[in-house]
């Protein structure tokens, strides 16, 4: 985040924290950061559906991506005691809130909708938190997928690629035509989302287990790992040269009108291809990046609960149980480009990419080959996400050969899993000191051999320069 975006994430955080509303009996105040075009529209649904049941929505959107810029607003919120009734949420950051008792339970509406029955495993572990659940989720997205121009495809005799020198001769195909091979956006999430499928594709799921979820650092440091970097070097070789900071869905846009042939991102980018008036089949293809047939990884939208006063919470236990209705969830990833969170939704209303996908995710949940994704907060903690992000972006943009990046990937999440043992986690209410339980412990049992890296990587050296973290670190490393 940049000083200025910084600034206004502050000064929005500050006025959220100073409004105090006026609760309806029935109303729902919801914190989000669904504000294009195909994401509004899907919202709309949920908004509808909640009016229908006498449940008045009051927006809170927070523009802004992957929703740092609310998560700043949020914190501001609750620090004041006035928290959202719901807050969209991803990952990890779930369950962070859940370990800081900020969450309500949603134990009694679950067991009696049978919540437990219908979500996957893989869902349920960040819905829940010591087996309460805390969240309702939306949706299952996907990341490892292509969507392309079927004009273009169609033009030059193209089929869906299955190989990764397929999908290369593709890309030749189309540059040599003078198309954009390969629309992408300058954005540490958005080459991590390629990353995501991209190392899938290079190792297959149990590597993918051992160096984006184990994070075991033989998986990091190999040539398996090479290889992927090596793809993504290739793949910017197809980049246009004014992709940096281009947001997602312009390079969705891209695509759709015809200027690119394809975009590697996760199955939110259907819905601008939806909202554009586009069908599947038609005038756009989906599949999986070539490798990574058979797996999926994945994240899911979910609205976390938050701990508020009673008179809120028949509206907030209203909102929770229609997110988690049948036809609410068809209703919505319709128009969203998702697939269901329940697995007993019918496809019926789902158009082709809609049922590759609930297919692709019966079968990975069957199989075991259903992954979070590390790119959106689903296989690693924040901290950790973060220093991948810094690699591959560094990497992308030139700064590090493969052999590097490798080198420093390794070195930066040791550096991220030692911020976990040692970090102050920001405090709820002002005058919370830094908590340090157990931390000189953990440090101790962290392998010597891992310090020097540590030291190294950009993640230490930047928490390094607060002072908590600067201070402790005196005392646990000798």
């Given at each position: ?113 049978n ?18 659940w ?17 004009k ?23 540059k ?7 629309a ?5 999430w ?5 990353f ?151 496809d ?97 049992q ?33």
């Amino acid at each position: 985040m940049n000083k200025r975006t910084l600034l206004a994430a502050v000064s929005t955080a500050a006025l959220f924290a100073s409004y105090v509303p006026a609760h309806a009996a029935g109303e729902v105040e919801v914190l989000h950061w669904w504000t294009s075009g195909g994401e509004a529209a899907a919202l709309n649904v949920l908004k509808d559906d909640l009016e229908t049941k006498g449940v008045t929505w009051q927006d809170m959107p927070i523009a802004g991506g992957g929703g740092e810029q609310a998560m700043t607003v949020l914190r501001a919120r609750v620090t004041s005691g006035n928290p959202p009734v719901a807050v969209q949420m991803l990952g990890f950051d779930i369950l962070d809130w859940a370990a800081e008792g900020a969450l309500a339970n949603l134990n009694e509406v679950a067991a009696r909708e049978n919540w437990d029955e219908v979500v996957p495993a893989a869902l349920q572990s960040f819905s829940k938190y010591e087996d309460t659940w805390i969240a309702a989720p939306v949706n299952v997205h996907s990341t490892n997928w292509v969507w392309a121009n079927k004009k273009i495809f169609d033009e030059l005799g193209l089929s869906e690629p299955t190989t990764w020198d397929e999908l290369v001769a593709a890309l030749d195909k189309i540059k040599d035509a003078g198309y954009i091979p390969l629309a992408h956006g300058g954005q540490a999430w958005q080459e991590a989302t390629i990353f995501d499928g991209i190392v899938m594709g290079a190792g297959g799921p149990d590597f993918y287990q051992r160096a984006l979820i184990d994070l075991d650092p033989e998986a990091l440091g190999s040539e398996t790992m090479k290889i992927a970097f090596d793809r993504m070097a290739t793949l910017r070789s197809y980049v246009d040269d004014n992709f940096s900071g281009r947001d997602w869905n312009l390079a969705s846009s891209m695509v759709i009108e015809g200027q690119a042939g394809m975009q590697m991102m996760g199955d939110w980018a259907k819905g601008e291809f939806l909202n554009a008036g586009k069908q599947p089949g038609e005038d756009f293809l989906c599949f999986r990046i070539p490798g990574s047939q058979g797996t999926v990884t994945f994240n899911a939208d979910q609205f976390a609960m938050f701990s508020v006063s009673e008179d809120r919470r028949e509206a907030q236990i209203e909102m929770a149980s229609s997110i988690m209705s049948p036809a609410f969830q068809t209703a919505f990833n319709v128009v969203k480009g998702s697939v269901p969170a329940r697995m007993d939704v019918p496809d019926t209303a789902f158009d082709a990419c809609g049922k590759k996908g609930m297919a692709d995710l019966a079968a990975a949940s069957e199989s075991g080959t259903l992954f979070g994704s590390l790119a959106h907060g689903h296989a690693a903690a924040a901290s950790v996400k973060n220093a991948f992000y810094d690699v591959i972006t560094a990497h992308f943009n030139g700064e590090f050969s493969s052999e590097e990046a490798v080198e420093e990937l390794v070195n930066a999440v040791a550096g991220a899993l030692l911020l976990e043992y040692v970090r102050c986690p920001g405090a709820l209410g002002a005058g919370t000191t830094c908590r340090r339980k157990n931390r000189r412990q953990r440090w101790q049992q962290l392998p010597k051999s891992d310090r020097g890296p540590a030291y190294r990587s950009r993640a230490f050296r930047s928490a390094y320069r607060v002072p908590c973290h600067a201070s402790f670190w005196h005392r646990v490393s000798s």
